[in-house]
C-alpha cells in the first residue's frame, strides 16, 4: 500500500511570510499532484508533475517534484489571505501498479494566513 | 469546463435510513469515484468504476455500495445508514487515458449528517 506523509499539519502564518508544504513518500509515483481545497467545497487542482526533479510554477506558488518522485513541495511566496484553505497532494501509480487509475492521498495541510 | 455535480450539498437523515448519493459529469470521463473526508483521516476511497456497470471496491467499501447506469452517472448507496457515516462525501471524475497522471476533477461534495 503506497502512503504519502504530508507536513505540516497545520500551518498559521501571517500576511506577506513565506512557507514550504512537503509530502513525501517510500513509493515512486509516476505523477504527483496538488489540490486545494475552500471550506464546504471539492477540492480543486492546482498542478500535476510528472518527471524526476521537475518545478513549476503558478504566480506566487512553486512545485517541485523529487529526483526519484517520491517526495513533492509546494512553497508559497508572500502568502496572502486569499491562499487560506486545506493543500493537499496525491500520487498517481504508473501502469502495472495495483493502484493504477486511482490517486493516494496525502492527509493535506490547513493553511490559514492572517491578514 | 469539467462540470461535477452532487444531487445534494446537505443531507440529514435518521439512522437505519437507506440514502442514496448522486453524482453527475458532463466531461465524457471513463473513471468516476466516491470518497469520503473526515478531520485527520484526509480523503479515503470507498468506490471506484471504471467503465458502466463496472466497479472496484476501494479502502473503506464496507456498508456502502454503488451503482452506474449511465457513464456520466456514479450513485453511492448507504444501505443502512448509521452515525459513524456521518461525514463528507466527494465525487471525482477523471479520464482513463490520462491514468497514469490521473487528474481528477472533483464535485462541490454533499455533506451527510445520519442522526
Known amino acids: 500500500t503506497q502512503l504519502l506523509e504530508q507536513s505540516p499539519q497545520f500551518l498559521s502564518i501571517q500576511e506577506g511570510e513565506n512557507l514550504t508544504v512537503y509530502c513525501n513518500s517510500s513509493?515512486?509515483?509516476?505523477?504527483l499532484q496538488w489540490y486545494r481545497q475552500e471550506p464546504g467545497e471539492g477540492p480543486v487542482l492546482l498542478v500535476t508533475?510528472?518527471?524526476?526533479?521537475e518545478v513549476k510554477k503558478l504566480k506566487r506558488l512553486t512545485f517541485q517534484f523529487g529526483d526519484a518522485r517520491k517526495d513533492s513541495s509546494l512553497h508559497i511566496t508572500a502568502a496572502q489571505p486569499g491562499d487560506t484553505g486545506l493543500y493537499l497532494c496525491?500520487?498517481?501509480?504508473?501502469?502495472?501498479?495495483?493502484?493504477?487509475?486511482?490517486?493516494?492521498f496525502g492527509q493535506g495541510t490547513i493553511l490559514t494566513v492572517h491578514p | 469546463d469539467v462540470k461535477v455535480t452532487q444531487s445534494s450539498r446537505y443531507l440529514v437523515k435518521r439512522t437505519g435510513e437507506k440514502v442514496f448519493l448522486e453524482c453527475v459529469q458532463d466531461?465524457?470521463?471513463?473513471?468516476m469515484f466516491w470518497y469520503r473526508q473526515d478531520p485527520g483521516l484526509g480523503l479515503r476511497l470507498i468506490y471506484f468504476?471504471?467503465?458502466?456497470?463496472?466497479?472496484e471496491k476501494g479502502d473503506i467499501p464496507e456498508g456502502y455500495s454503488v451503482s452506474r447506469e449511465k457513464k456520466e452517472r456514479f450513485s453511492l448507496i448507504l444501505e443502512s445508514a448509521s452515525t459513524n457515516q456521518t461525514s463528507m462525501y466527494l465525487c471525482?471524475?477523471?479520464?482513463?487515458?490520462?491514468?497514469?497522471?490521473?487528474?481528477?476533477?472533483f464535485g462541490p461534495g454533499t455533506r451527510l449528517t445520519v442522526l
Open positions: 468504476s471504471y467503465d458502466v456497470k463496472m466497479k
Open positions: 466531461m465524457d470521463h471513463e473513471n
Open positions: 508533475v510528472v518527471t524526476g526533479g
Open positions: 471525482a471524475s477523471s479520464f482513463w487515458a490520462s491514468s497514469r497522471y490521473n487528474e481528477q476533477f
Open positions: 513509493s515512486v509515483f509516476s505523477s
Open positions: 496525491a500520487g498517481a501509480e504508473g501502469p502495472g501498479g495495483t493502484s493504477y487509475g486511482k490517486l493516494t
